[in-house]
């Protein structure tokens, strides 16, 4: 499916020309990645209470795009000035979304109509440890990982007499799918010589792979470990150079994995150990 400029005002156009109570429910994503936090509510509000919902989402590579579901209308608005006029305008009970820092860049609340912001946690880390300080500030209501999410914005909101928020315990959508599929036995044992070492770090200038991501393949290879390295979307994004002399160095290694799709939880379940840097 190719999309242009116009086809993006295309699709807002056909969006904004639905009936209201056809985008009563719209969930924003930013990339292709945002599916796998999203996957379970959609599932549950789509399946389960058969509710219409509208997903729109900035990334063109979205399998969403290329799978008609009754229940879901889709929409490709990139990233660009369609993205920025379709929050302005916008007219939805509710909007959900992965994407933080809501009113303190250009991605702001509508200025005609009372939508209610949701915002769910991508990551299980505090809120902040990784965040800007406004980051959450302009949200209705948060879909938190725990009570650790509850606690810091219940404190936040009191030091800098914010108004207060709902906040949701929801949990953490990939948490509960590692779950699902190790009880449900999906993933076979597989017998092996070497201990399985997954190298799957945040991403920064100065991340684990991008200072010394190269120095500890080789120095866990050099002491017989199988390693997998995953690296952050982010990562592969802004710093493909790195990850390609990385695989061009070790891509003859047999004991040497670079995995690049994180829809893949295979290697969770192969490795003994995990090498992080938050």
């Known amino acids: 499916m190719k999309f242009s400029l116009g086809s993006e005002w295309n699709e807002l156009k056909k969006f904004e020309g639905l009936k209201q109570n056809e985008r009563d429910v719209v ?3 930013e990339n292709e990645n945002s ?4 996957k379970s509510l959609i599932s549950e509000l789509t399946n389960k209470h058969n509710l ?8 063109k590579d979205e399998s ?23 929050f302005l305008n916008l007219k ?7 994407m933080p820092d809501l009113e303190t860049f250009h991605i702001k609340r509508s200025k005609v109509h009372n939508v209610q912001y949701v915002y769910i946690f991508h990551s299980m880390v505090s809120t902040h440890m990784i965040y800007r300080k406004n980051a959450f500030d302009s ?8 009570k650790h999410h509850i606690n810091e914005i219940h404190k936040n909101e009191k030091k800098y007499n914010l108004p207060t928020k709902k906040l949701i315990e ?11 599929e190790a009880n449900n036995k999906k993933i076979k044992s597989v017998k092996k010589n070497n201990r399985t070492i997954l190298i799957a770090p945040s991403w920064s200038t100065d991340g684990l792979i991008e200072t010394k991501g190269d120095e500890l393949i080789q120095t ?10 995953r690296p952050h979307p982010m990562t592969y994004k802004k710093s493909q150079k790195i990850i390609k002399k990385i695989e061009k160095k070790f891509q003859k290694n047999i004991h040497f994995k670079l995995e690049l799709d994180i829809r893949n939880l295979n290697s969770f379940f192969l490795s003994d150990c995990m090498i992080s840097d938050w």
Do not use: E
């Open 27 to 29: 969930f924003y994503s």
């Open 139 to 146: 949200f209705d209501t948060m879909f938190c990982v725990g």
């Open 52 to 59: 219409n919902i509208c997903y729109v989402t900035s990334s």
């Open 170 to 180: 929801f949990g953490y959508g990939k948490l509960d799918q590692l779950i699902d």
């Open 220 to 229: 866990l290879l050099d002491s017989d470990y199988d390693v997998i390295l």
């Open 92 to 98: 939805a009970k509710i909007l959900i979304m992965t």
């Open 64 to 86: 969403i795009l290329k799978k008609p579901n009754n229940r879901i209308k889709s929409f490709f608005i990139g990233d660009g000035v369609v993205r920025t006029k379709f």
């Open 35 to 38: 599916m796998l936090i999203f």
